[in-house]
């Protein structure tokens, strides 16, 4: 069974047993975090069920295994001329979550 759900503002194929980094959200590796928006199931059997835009009475279960942040991103901003040069940098948090459960 694969699903389509949205989380963070972004879209994550998925099925039972993946393990997936998302977005930062608020809970202690261990927790059971519910997903409602589901976008897309579909069965064993290939059929599938799309929503408009999310699909009734769908959840995706998971269980969060830990944070951790991705690598680095370098932000350069520069004016030819004018002596402007700002360097920064981002590195942006995620939570990393196992897949238990779709419904």
């Known amino acids: ?3 389509v759900i949205q989380t963070g503002g972004k879209q994550y194929t998925i099925k039972k047993g993946d ?3 998302i977005e930062k959200i608020p809970g202690n590796p261990g927790d059971e975090v519910d997903f409602g928006e589901v976008l897309m199931v579909s ?3 290939g059929k599938s ?3 408009t835009p999310y699909v009734d009475k769908a959840t995706v279960k998971g269980k969060i295994l830990g944070e951790g942040k991705s690598r680095k ?3 350069f901003k520069f004016k030819r ?3 402007y040069r ?3 940098g981002h590195r942006q948090k995620h939570t990393k979550v196992e897949i238990t459960d779709i419904k």
Do not use: E, P, Q
Request: glycine share 10%.
């Open 73 to 75: 991103i370098t932000v």
């Open 49 to 51: 069920t799309v929503g």
């Open 1 to 3: 069974m694969n699903a």
């Open 43 to 45: 069965d064993d059997d």
């Open 19 to 21: 393990v997936i980094n």
């Open 86 to 88: 700002r360097k920064n």
């Open 81 to 83: 001329r004018k002596g």
